[in-house]
């Protein structure tokens, strides 16, 4: 069971540049997540899903886009990319959210470096 | 808007000495609260897991509590070691499916 897997562990990309970070999780969460961490200001969340063809906005969506057409990848695009994106990206699943919320399971980070 | 502040920022001490690290959130309608572990460079871990309706949740030489009325909860680190150095945050949920809202975090040295 390999729980959450993001992929690539580091990346560099040039201002202007577009990637996309993949997410993959095996544990048929119906919730994933995307955040991204700055030195020193904690995880802020990018966007959610709530199951496969749902999508929404976090606090900190500018810049980014996803999609959710399986359970199991919630992929995030960045369009031109830019320095301000520099940042750890986190991945997160959980199975059940709001008064019977079980534990979120995150994946290794992915270090986006834009230059 | 939930927000969540962690006291200290950052701790150094000798190994195996007992330890506190503190939370506190603004709204008090939560459903849980948990902690996580995050080692440089590495994911986070989740550590424990408390239910509103629960006031302390144990693993080994860990234990948490939670006072919903007061916004409060604490870690409390039995016995460290220096196998415990990493940064500890705390998060709770935003409310639906709106993910977690973070502290930012304590990092916690304990030297040998």
């Known amino acids: 069971n390999a729980g959450v897997t993001q992929t690539p562990k580091f990346r560099i990309l040039k201002i202007g540049q577009s990637m996309t970070l993949q997410c993959t999780q095996d544990?048929?969460?119906?919730?994933m997540y995307w955040y991204r961490q700055d030195p020193g200001m904690g995880l802020k969340l990018i966007y959610y899903?709530?199951?496969?063809?749902?999508?929404d906005k976090g606090e900190v969506p500018n810049g980014y886009n996803v999609s959710r057409s399986t359970t199991e990848d919630f992929p995030l695009r960045l369009e031109l990319a830019a320095p301000s994106q520099t940042s750890v990206y986190f991945c997160?699943?959980?199975?059940?959210?709001?008064?019977?919320?079980?534990?979120?399971?995150f994946g290794q980070g992915t270090r986006l470096t834009v230059v | 808007k939930q927000e969540v502040t962690q006291i200290p920022a950052a701790l150094s001490v000798p190994e195996g000495e007992n330890l506190v690290l503190n939370c506190s959130f603004t709204?008090?309608?939560?459903?849980?609260l948990q902690w996580f572990r995050q080692d440089p460079g590495k994911g986070l871990t989740s550590l424990l897991l408390?239910?509103?309706?629960?006031r302390e949740q144990t693993s080994g030489r860990l234990n948490a509590s939670l006072d919903k009325s007061s916004g409060r909860s604490t870690l409390y680190i039995a016995a460290s070691q220096p196998g415990d150095s990493a940064t500890y945050l705390c998060?709770?949920?935003?409310?639906?499916?709106?993910?977690?809202?973070f502290g930012k975090g304590t990092h916690l040295i304990i030297q040998p």
């Open positions: 709204d008090s309608a939560i459903y849980n």
């Open positions: 997160a699943s959980s199975p059940v959210v709001g008064r019977f919320n079980t534990e979120a399971f």
């Open positions: 408390i239910q509103s309706s629960q």
């Open positions: 998060a709770v949920p935003g409310g639906g499916a709106d993910g977690l809202t």
């Open positions: 899903s709530v199951g496969a063809g749902i999508t």
């Open positions: 544990m048929n969460h119906n919730y």
